[in-house]
């Protein structure tokens, strides 16, 4: 009665602190994900999206990318939620650690996607090899970093608390399928906002 009240209540568990490895890694994400936020930003402030092929969906593409930085900032303070020393109020350990298995699982799979994608080019399956620069690898190397930090992020704070085993199947489940929805959904709300033109 006690673990279920704990999991579901604003009462936290018990826990063993993080240790340096853990935190260094909740560190690194955080970092990662505020690095990648601040390209983001980095888009808007160059006006990016104005000019070129898009620029009659700049104020669309501006609206995703916003998004985007949203998600990567919240990645980080996840992260760094993750390893601290006690659970923040308005986040139960259990809403915690289905957060953490759903950015594990949805790195993931963009690191598998990316994987398989490069892989395909390299076997002439599709593609020119040439698309393959350093940013395409930078980037295929950064997913695939990610995808491990925030696996490692996920199992320890689920052997440090004593959450169910359930928030791993919601997590990994619920995180793609979460984020697919958003941005399937969302270009097709802005068209009929008119914000984005249809096609």
């Not at 898009?54 to 669309?60: I, R």
């Not at 990567?72 to 289905?98: H, I, Q």
């Not at 399928?177 to 096609?199: A, D, T």
Request: with cysteine; hydrophobic share 55%.
């Amino acid at each position: 009665m006690s673990i279920l009240a704990s999991q579901k209540g604003p009462v936290a568990p018990p826990a063993r602190a993080a240790g340096p490895t853990v935190v260094a890694v909740a560190v690194l994400m955080a970092l990662g994900c505020l690095a990648f936020a601040g390209a983001n930003v980095f888009f808007e402030a160059t006006d990016r999206f104005a000019e070129g092929r898009y620029a009659e969906y700049a104020a669309g593409l501006s609206v995703m990318n916003w998004t985007v930085t949203s998600l990567k900032v919240l990645g980080a303070a996840v992260a760094l939620l993750s390893v601290a020393a006690r659970p923040v109020r308005f986040v139960t350990p259990w809403v915690m650690s289905v957060l953490l298995w759903g950015a594990f699982a949805t790195l993931a799979l963009d690191a598998v996607g990316s994987t398989v994608e490069a892989g395909a080019i390299l076997l002439g399956a599709s593609g020119d090899p040439a698309d393959l620069g350093p940013r395409s690898v930078a980037y295929l190397l950064g997913s695939v970093v990610s995808a491990a930090g925030f696996g490692v992020l996920a199992m320890s704070y689920l052997r440090r608390y004593a959450v169910s085993k359930v928030t791993v199947i919601l997590g990994v489940l619920g995180g793609p399928v979460l984020l697919g929805i958003l941005f399937l959904g969302l270009p097709g709300l802005l068209v009929l906002l008119g914000v984005m033109p249809p096609g």
